[in-house]
């Protein structure tokens, strides 16, 4: 169903060169409001505000002015909610914020427990929070489960202590889906880090009938940017192109090494994923949203802020790629 409506999207919009896209129907079939923030290439753009210090969407929405189309949130999946078998968002959604806020919830939900330990039963379960919680007050979701797999279930890693046992992997990527695909607001959204021989993405892959979305983490280094098909070029032809299926950046940033990049390395790579000067050319036929990691210190030992404290004139910069931020 998605390729459809995209095929009317590429015709409606008549090529990149001739004329940016103003909207992006396949976005806002995956529920992104229309008002939301957009860049000049059609692409919705939001955020992954931190939560220490705590920042709200609807503070990241006054500074710039604009709606934010996304809203990542972190979270886990515990012993506790094995123990219980039952999962009820562990206190870690800001749930008022993200009603209001009318953005799309990402919910980064992170299995820091065995893949044995997410049965069919826990799976209802979250389904149910996020049917309660959310998406009965029409909030779209993204379920971004078990999100890098590729490098949380790393050994040398361990967030994911089910460890490189895919088999184990798919079959709760399979639980997971089935428990929450008779509800139209949630929507799977398969993430993978980095794609690298050491960590290669392929193993991971659920297949087609079981994901809405794909989408990739990367974070390049400042100090050597990519445009954006070096970045997610591979990614994009086999996962997005290959399968028709929705693209979206779920977080991304850039950094200098083990530190800050500065304004102007943070800005350009803003601009090369949602805003190139020479248009995103194929890619944006199936590119829906990008969302920004917004975090920063203490959370994050890195600061990836390009709204939340910066200047005015940052903020200007940031917004100037987005349709209304002239
Ligand atoms: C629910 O969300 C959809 C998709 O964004 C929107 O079109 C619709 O107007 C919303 N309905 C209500 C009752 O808010
Ligand atoms: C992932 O990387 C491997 C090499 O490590 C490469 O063969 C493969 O084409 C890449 N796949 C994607 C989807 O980028």
Redesign the pocket.
Known sequence: MYSITAVILALAVGGHAISPRESNSLGESLGIKPDSMISYDGIYFGWAPNYSPQVTLADLNEATGQKGATYNVYSQITQDNVDSNSYDGNDQYNVDDIISSGAVLIASLMPTVDWTDITEELCNSVADYFKTTFTSKNVTVWLRYAHEMNYYADPSVDTYPGGRDYSAFLTTWKSMHAATHPNPLIHMFWSPNE???SE???PWWPGEDYVDIVGMDYYPDASDLPDFATAYG??YD??AKGYSLPFAIAETGTQLGSGAATVAQKQQWLKSIINPAAGLGDYDEFYVSCTWFEYGPPTNEVDFYIVYGQTEAVVEETISNTESGV
Do not use: G
């Open positions: 794609n690298t021989t290669p993405v392929a591979d990614f086999t996962y």
